[in-house]
């Protein structure tokens, strides 16, 4: 199946314990294209970049394989920048500067051909641009969207619609407490589903995963990595792993959509080795399957005796 | 398996969302005795109480055969006493009041007849007391040991002795943080481990469990309750269980440790559906070994198709 991923091309200047990098190449569409690609033959990147942008970057895409089509260079300003300093406690980290550059008028326009893909990815971007990708495409089967506090504050309504109208919604502890008001995670996913969404993650970082759905309540295991260098883009990655092996596996199912959310924490758990993007240069399907056998052992429960 | 169980007996008056109950029957011994007897035969308490203990509640402990050669009445004050509140967030609570009364000078004296106990559970007491209960023990396989941030912090010293003559841990993570002085969880239990015990096992609460030895690392999920009650004595009530599981089991081994994680979390998980110690009342081994199964499938990772 085909994965349209829509959301922010960025670069990045990361500082963590684990050391620090300049204007590395970052944002949601990055990472999900990236992890997504992995797995899946037809990826579809709608995003938006500055005059800036290093002829380099653009070739680790083509390298990539994914589709560029709705990739557009604007020669009016500069790429989407976010500088970060991660806290010794790296659940924890300070935004030091924010430049939303040619991002601030981003309009995703879906290219026609990229209209009738399967799997719809939007990344954590505005929920009225959300809604706009959701409009353009035609026979989406599975549409997976992720959020942030900064859009359940500020941009409330638009965001339930968008909510109301995706079947998968990929949000972590704290934002599933902000948008049901509970505290209780049971409760939480219960009142989040009742919004629309028929299967809901929540992403508990080290603890974990949660996937909620009419049959089925999973709790899947955080992989136990001892070194951590940068967590950006762990949770972009999860959504692509979680797509691209679903759009791969071509079959949406109880065990397939267990499967999915292992192979999405698979990937991020690669994702955070390294800083920003790096990961995937390197990344081969040997060492994703043994990471993800790993994850099946580490959560076996014996059979009662 | 004989369980040797050390720890406080007390009164409790809680308040949580879900309501109040006033000096209901608690203390770490209370807890892990009664879910240690719900799976061994042979459970021995060495415990103090005051003068205000009531029939009823020593009936309680004789109803459930928890053998009460240890168990003192002392005549010369009243029984330890601890009132608090649990926010909304029931990971938080303030404590109220705390009077130690005759717990101030308990003195584990172990009976001769409890000496070849095979599994010691030291309750969360001082650590220079649970010295002294391993001093006198002659034939322990399995040694079990609970702390908190009060000693890690208090009587550091004395900890890390408990800590290096112990077979297992149990902590929460934050304590694990605390104890080890890392963040990251992987290389907290590294660090823990090698101050001796053989097996560590970090409870995360809402998140679930880890198991670490030299052989397993086991990630258990956490029972998706939908309405808690009262969260006292979940803590006991988990090690209660491990261990008295393990002691019906007969045999410590890789399989049976993790279902002994398992048993602790399933019996917690009732414990804090009541008030108290109130869920040991009726509980039976069908409703146990049904919840253990809804464990088992709510983590099962399929192969990898």
């Not at 690609?37 to 970049?49: E, P």
């Not at 990471?291 to 005796?305: A, G, H, M, N």
Request: hydrophobic letters at 35%; aromatic letters at 12%.
């Amino acid at each position: 199946m085909s994965v349209l991923v829509v959301g922010s091309v960025a670069y990045d200047s990361i500082e963590s314990p684990a050391g620090k990098v300049d204007r590395t190449l970052g944002g949601s569409a990055t990472y999900i294209s990236f992890a997504s690609r992995f797995f899946s033959n037809i990826v579809r990147l709608v995003g938006t970049v500055g005059n800036d942008f290093d002829d380099m970057d653009l070739q680790y895409f083509k390298d990539k394989g994914v589709d560029l089509e709705g990739f557009k260079k604007d020669e009016g300003g500069r790429t989407f920048f976010w500088k970060g300093r991660y806290h010794e406690n790296m659940n924890f980290r300070d935004t030091l500067d924010t430049q939303l550059n040619v991002f601030e008028h981003f309009d995703p326009v879906i290219p026609d051909v990229y209209k009738g893909s399967r799997i719809v990815c939007l990344g954590n971007i505005a929920p009225e641009l959300q809604l706009k990708v959701l409009d353009q495409v035609t026979q989406p089967q599975l549409t997976i969207c992720d959020t942030m506090n900064f859009w359940i504050t500020g941009a409330r309504e638009a965001l339930e619609e968008t909510i109301s109208r995706v079947d998968v919604l990929i949000i972590n502890d704290e934002e599933a407490r902000e948008l049901s008001g509970e505290t209780n995670l049971v409760t939480c996913a219960k009142k989040i589903r009742a919004k629309g969404p028929k299967y809901l993650i929540i992403k508990k970082g080290e603890h974990g995963a949660n996937l909620y759905s009419d049959y089925d309540m999973f709790s899947a295991p955080a992989y136990p990595l001892s070194k951590i260098v940068d967590p950006t883009g762990a949770g972009d990655t999860f959504m692509g792993g979680f797509a691209g092996w679903l759009s791969w596996s071509d079959k949406i199912n109880r065990e397939n959509l267990r499967r999915a959310v292992i192979y999405g924490s698979v990937m991020a758990s690669f994702c955070v080795e390294q800083f920003g993007a790096e990961s995937f240069r390197k990344l081969n399907r040997y060492d994703v399957d043994a990471r993800y056998e790993e994850f099946r052992k580490l959560s076996v429960i014996p059979t009662k005796s």
